[in-house]
Nanobody, 114 residues
Framework: VQLQASGGGLVQAGGSLRLSCTVS????????MAWYRQPPGKQRELVAS???????NYADSVKGRFTISRDYVRKMVFLQMNSLRPEDTGVYYC?????????WGQGTQVTVSS
């Protein structure tokens, strides 16, 4: 399984970005998909998840602003990020889990300027 993330960039506070993750080598519907981020100098944290057959979950800090979604035909996962804040800055990683295996994408940088 390979994950290829894209869509990061530099944006002003209040702006929007959409991250994309292309999943290859597996069946998207069987995975729990998630986005994590690692702010500068901090540990990686869960931003949003989309369990197989379940409902979406979000970190409290992004609820109401971020939306995770899947496109089963194109085998892609998205993270729509609105009303971005400087504290959303970090490297964002696409993650797939099919127990007991975990897969990570390469990360995409998101920088939100104030």
């Amino acid at each position: 399984v390979q994950l290829q993330a894209s869509g990061g960039g530099l944006v002003q506070a209040g702006g929007s970005l959409r991250l994309s993750c292309t999943v290859s080598g597996g069946i998207l519907s069987t995975f729990t998909m998630a986005w994590y981020r690692q702010p500068p100098g901090k540990q990686r944290e869960l931003v949003a998840s989309f369990p197989s057959g379940g409902s979406t979950n979000y970190a409290d800090s992004v609820k109401g602003r971020f939306t995770i979604s899947r496109d089963y035909v194109r085998k892609m996962v998205f993270l729509q990020m609105n009303s971005l804040r400087p504290e959303d800055t970090g490297v964002y990683y696409c993650h797939a889990r099919l127990a007991p295996y975990d897969y990570w994408g390469q990360g995409t940088q998101v920088t939100v300027s104030s």
